[in-house]
């Protein structure tokens, strides 16, 4: 159910001032004051807003704040601007009604925020999709454009807006935003060049220095730093809370988004530069012979620079700074500029260019804003401009400003007004005559085309000769001296005459909101907005695209010799458009105060918001509205409201709205002057009545209240009861069914008890019989196995017996039939016996009897014949086979076949014996004497060595070489063969053995039939000779060495050295070669061999003793020699060699 609620619903004071009772001044601060200290910022007027600036953000601009406000009726919810907007909104998407959207106020105290704050509902709630989201973007991002040219931080705002604003946006019958125009009014252009104390100029300024890159800075010929700019102020360069170089990029992301190209935003900056730039020329005067003070630029570098930055020619604009040109009629008159004027112009220019460029902006976003579609648009304006003014010093401007105002109080009225009688006439409502102030006549006083003071100004200024201030002033004391809202010292009007807080050089006006005070100074030169033509002809002339679209009028061709429009007949042209423009719409007004002069936020300052009411009108405009009916309402939501304080209409009104409303009315007894029914809506005319029915409603509501509540809470003990009267009986059956479930389940379970026990005895029971059963079976078993085991083993037993008895019978039969066949055997051997003795008894009887039979056929001798045959016989195979099986012819073989015939034994033997010489003999046959001399050698050796020298088996298989060296044909020993003159038998390499260490030294030994000659082994000198007839004797040892000593004959010539100990690989060689030969020598006596182990040898004076001795086997496989004493030397041999 939708709840329907009401702006009376819990309301701070009051949301609607229409409702204030008693209504004075200062209820009206005290009713603003209380809602604006319990955060209320919003009071209505009827349908106009009164809006005061919080100084912080409130959180009442949320998306779930717009959604709140959404579709719902004005009066609906507490005061928002949400609520007007949506008003708006919806009245012109629905009633195709177009819009304007009118914020006024002082500076600071609100407007672009509300204005910003309306655009944002609207785009919140109108319809979306790509394209119209694109016109919302580029309609928003205007703002920021905008402001960054437009606005300048002031000592009342840090963001002042120093223009007006008006802007259209244009809807399609969808009520989706197609595009939009906007309107400016009124830059402040005298900022560009000075600024109030404690004030900046506009922020773009600011924002290009601190935002821009170095790049770009470089490229604009500017430095980042601000003092180095005459135009900007230092004193506030910097204001907390605006980052300018964020704002910058914010800027720049705008234009782009808005629709400028990159090169014209180049443009645009190069603009502002060259405006900064115009700030730092400076004049120095210059006296001319003339007498004329001319001004001559004192740097030319920031000229340079500029005219670098537009494309202007250098000199042309020196020059424009220097002369001014007037022409007249067909004269064209040049004077120079001294110092201040120059100065004037180039402030002028300054202004000019910047709010040229402003104006340019603001046609280039309209360029790209422009709604496309050539439909019929509906169109909300929203107007953000300058509320009234009225400060100490008050000039030209604020005259226009409050002249502004004052047509647009007028329109407030006129519109307040008409609405009010149309919605009379709509609901059939007698008119009363509302009585209130009418400000047209202080328009006319500014505006009258004949002597409205703007006329006079410009007719003052036009005037040919001397025109300033004063005679302005002078003309605006005649003429409207008589009007009753001007106030000024010198008028006719001797009123003022003594009036202090006048001036001599101001007027005054009585304006709606209040009396201002002008001050003169200014009007004159403000209204005419001059610019020396050499100026915008300059300009006209400059190489840069925008400057020449800025100054049309310096196009030489196009010299228009007219005074351009006055800069107040510009703004009442406007002003007039505008007003003309507002007119056609609905108009819904907010109206912004600002409630303390220090931007702080929580601080009312009354007698502030009690000028700013003043002057905005607002209790003119509460009187106006309450002139008539302070309050209407539709009849159904004001049933809805008050039907519960009537029994005819509580709880439910059948019929009509209308006329439940009327059964209400006369059943609370309300006046009948205090209301009137109208068609769709009662009128009350006082606020009292409203507030007595709230009363009333009030009460009642408490009263309901406390109904309700009764019968809520018996509703609820009642339910609450059921409940648990509902729960008991649950609670009861479930734990019934539980505690059955458990009584169940014990008696199963004792159940399962007994049976297991019943059925455990009866199977006990069981296998007990079953076991015993068993048992009586295997017992049974038993018996009859032991039974049958005896059985079996008695007839074993039995069978045994009868086996050993058929064995007994079997063995007895055995040795019976064994003896009988043995018995038999022998019989039969006997028999035999007897039967070959006589088969021999009969062949020797046969034999016998042939014998004596054929006896008598032989011969005496044919017996010894036939013996001598076989005898033959016998031999001649004998032989035969002899012969065939001889062995070898080697006399080694031992072999001879077996002996056939034991009685050929001798002969056997013997022929072996004869055979066996024989082959020697044959074998002995062919050897020639020299071998046969060699083996008669080898005999000899045999005979002298075998079995007495261990070394003598070794030697057998050598043959006896004889001269090893071959020492007649080796070159080496020519020498020692020629010395020698005999046939050399040996000779041989020997080693003569040292008498003191035993070692050996090679000697060559020689040996023939008389002599044994020693010689040096390498040279073959000659060391020895000695004849074969001094050698007594040669001692060996019975080893197996090759030792053997020469010992000669005492006394002989060859003794005297003593004898040799020598050794010789062929010792068995040399010793048989001695003793053969000293054995064939006829004259000699044999030498004698001596075999021993131990032996004497003749060392020159000493005998030594040479023993021979088993070695052991570590001394290795060779014969060592050691000297053992003097008179020992001892040859040890291996034992296995
Ligand atoms: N509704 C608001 N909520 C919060 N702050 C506000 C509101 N309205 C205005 N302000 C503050 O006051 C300052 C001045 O408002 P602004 O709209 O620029 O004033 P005006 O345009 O009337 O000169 C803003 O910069 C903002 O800080
Ligand atoms: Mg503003």
Not at 35 to 58: A, D, K, M, Q, W
Not at 122 to 135: D, I, L, R, Y
Not at 393 to 409: A, G, H, R, V, W
Not at 780 to 806: C, D, P, S, Y
């Amino acid at each position: 159910m939708e709840v329907k609620t009401s702006l009376l619903d819990n309301m701070i004071g009051v949301g609607d001032m229409v409702l204030l009772e008693p209504l004075t001044e200062d209820s009206f601060l005290e009713n603003l004051k209380k809602r604006f200290n319990h955060n209320e910022i919003y009071t209505y007027i009827g349908s106009v807003v009164i809006s005061l600036n919080p100084y912080r953000s409130l959180p009442i601009y949320t998306p779930d704040k717009v959604e709140e406000y959404r579709n719902r009726n004005f009066y609906e919810l507490s005061p928002h601007i949400y609520a007007l907007a949506d008003e708006a909104y919806r009245s012109l998407r629905d009633q195709d009604k177009d819009q304007c959207i009118l914020i006024t106020g002082e500076s600071g105290a609100g407007k672009t925020e509300a204005s910003k704050l309306v655009m944002s509902y609207v785009a919140a709630v109108c319809g979306k999709g790509q394209e119209v989201n694109k016109v919302k973007e580029q309609l928003l991002q205007s703002n920021p454009v905008l402001e960054a040219f437009g606005n300048a931080k002031t000592v009342r705002n840090d963001n002042s807006s120093r223009f007006g604003k008006y802007m259209d946006i244009e809807f399609d019958f969808k009520g989706d935003p197609l595009g939009g125009v906007i309107s400016n009014y009124l830059l402040e252009k005298s900022r560009v060049v000075k600024q109030p104390r404690g004030e900046r100029n506009f922020h773009i300024f600011y924002q290009l220095l601190s935002g821009a890159s170095d790049d770009t800075l470089k490229k604009l010929k500017l430095e980042r730093d601000v003092s180095k700019y005459n135009y900007l102020s230092l004193d506030s360069a910097t204001v907390s809370g605006l980052d300018d170089a964020a704002n910058f990029r914010t800027v720049r992301n705008a234009m782009q988004i808005v629709g400028f190209m990159e090169d014209e935003m180049q443009s645009v900056l190069e603009l502002v530069a060259a405006v900064l730039k115009l700030g730092n020329i400076e004049f120095k005067p210059e006296s001319r012979c003339n007498g004329m003070d001319e001004s001559r630029i004192k740097d030319k570098n920031d000229l340079k620079e500029m005219c670098e930055l537009l494309g202007i020619e250098q000199s042309v604009l020196e020059r424009a700074f220097s002369y001014r040109t007037v022409e007249a009629k067909m004269e064209k008159v040049s004077t120079t500029l001294n110092v201040a004027q120059a100065y004037y112009a180039r402030d002028a220019l300054a202004k000019n260019l910047y709010s040229r460029l402003f104006s340019w902006l603001v046609t280039r976003i309209n360029e790209s804003i422009k709604a496309q579609a050539k439909t019929r648009h509906k169109v909300m304006g929203v107007l953000d401009i300058y509320g009234f003014e009225i400060f100490e010093d008050n000039s030209f401007e604020q005259f226009i400003i409050n002249y502004c105002n004052e047509k647009l109080q007028q329109i407030f009225i006129e519109l307040t007004l008409r609405e009010e009688q149309e919605e009379y006439v709509r609901e059939g409502i007698e008119w009363t005559n509302i009585e209130y102030f009418n400000n047209a006549i202080i328009c006319g006083l500014i505006e009258n085309n004949q002597n409205g003071i703007l006329a006079m100004l410009d007719e003052e200024c036009l005037r040919p000769g001397t025109v300033t201030d004063e005679t302005f002033l002078d003309k605006l004391n005649t003429i409207c001296a008589d009007h009753q809202h001007f106030e000024s010292r010198l008028s006719k009007n001797s009123k003022f005459l003594n009036d202090h807080s006048l001036p001599h050089n101001c007027f005054r006006i009585q304006h709606y909101a209040g009396k201002v005070l002008y001050r003169v100074e200014g009007f004159v030169d403000k209204n005419n907005d001059l610019l020396y033509r050499d100026l915008s002809q300059a300009m006209y002339k400059a190489n840069h695209s925008l400057i020449k679209q800025l100054f049309p009028e310096g196009n030489p061709v196009k010299v228009n010799l007219k005074r351009p429009p006055t800069a107040g007949f510009q703004f009442k042209a406007s002003v007039g458009t505008l007003m003309g423009n507002l007119q056609t719409k609905n108009p819904n007004y907010i109206r912004c105060i600002k409630p303390n002069d220090k931007k702080a936020s929580h601080v009312f300052n009354e007698s502030l918001v009690c000028h700013q009411a003043r002057y905005l009108g607002l209790m003119e405009n509460i009187r106006v509205r309450r002139a008539g009916y302070a309050f209407r309402q539709a009849y159904e939501p004001c049933l809805e409201r008050y039907k519960m304080l009537c029994k005819n209409t509580w709880p439910h009104w059948k019929g009509p709205a209308r006329q439940g409303v009327e059964v209400l009315m006369t059943d609370l007894q309300v006046p009948a002057e205090e209301f009137s029914y109208g068609r769709s809506k009662i009128f009350i005319r006082n606020p009292r009545t409203l507030f007595f029915l709230e009363e009333k409603r009030k009460q009642c509501l408490e009263d309901l209240a406390t109904l309700i509540q009764k019968i809520y809470r018996g509703w609820k003990c009642r339910s609450h009861f059921l409940l648990l009267k509902k729960s008991q009986i649950v609670v009861a059956s479930w734990y019934r069914r539980y505690a059955q479930q458990k009584k169940y389940q014990k008696i199963k379970h004792a159940t399962t008890v007994v049976q297991s026990y019943t059925r455990g005895w009866q199977a006990r029971k069981l296998l007990r019989e079953l076991k015993y059963q068993k048992k009586c079976e295997e017992a049974v078993t038993t018996i009859a196995a032991f039974w049958h085991g005896t059985q079996a083993r008695m007839e074993l037993r039995r069978l045994k017996q009868e086996v050993r008895n058929k064995h007994a019978v079997t063995v007895i039969w055995a040795y019976w039939q064994g003896t009988q066949a043995r018995r038999e055997l022998r019989r039969l051997k006997e028999e035999a016996r007897r039967k070959h003795a006589v088969a021999v008894i009969w062949a020797y009887w046969q034999g016998l009897k042939v014998r004596r039979e054929y006896r008598k056929f032989f011969r005496a001798n044919a017996g010894k014949k036939i013996y001598n045959f076989t005898i033959q016989r016998i031999m001649q195979k004998y032989f035969l086979g002899l012969k065939s099986k001889l062995p070898s012819m080697s006399p080694i073989d031992k072999t001879w076949p077996a002996r056939p015939y034991l009685f050929l034994d001798g002969v056997h033997a013997e022929l072996r014996r004869i055979f066996h010489l024989w082959r020697c003999k044959k074998y002995r046959s062919q050897f020639t004497e020299e071998k046969k001399a060699v083996y008669e050698e080898k005999l000899e050796a045999s005979e002298l060595f075998k079995d007495k020298k261990a070394l003598y088996p070794s030697s057998v298989r050598q043959p006896f070489k004889g001269d090893y060296l071959e020492i007649s044909k080796n070159p080496k020993y020519q020498k020692l063969s020629s010395a020698v003159d005999e046939k050399i038998l040996l000779a041989d390499v020997v080693n003569k053995i040292n008498r003191a260490n035993g070692k050996g030294s090679p000697r060559l030994f020689v040996l023939t039939k008389k002599n044994v000659v020693l010689a040096d082994q390498k040279t073959g000198q000659l060391k020895a000779n000695v004849p074969l007839t001094d050698v007594a004797s040669v001692s060996t040892s019975s080893q197996t060495d090759g030792f053997f000593a020469l010992k000669l004959k005492e006394g002989s010539a060859s003794a005297v050295k003593g004898d040799f100990l020598l050794s010789s690989d062929h010792l068995i060689e040399i010793v048989t070669k001695l003793h053969r030969i000293s054995s064939m020598a006829a004259d000699r006596e044999k030498l004698n061999i001596d075999i021993s182990d131990e032996f004497l040898v003749q060392f020159k004076q000493d005998k030594v003793c040479v023993k021979f001795i088993h070695g052991s086997p570590k001394n290795g496989n060779s014969v060592s020699c050691k000297r053992k004493n003097n008179r020992l030397l001892e040859v040890s041999v291996p034992a296995s060699s």
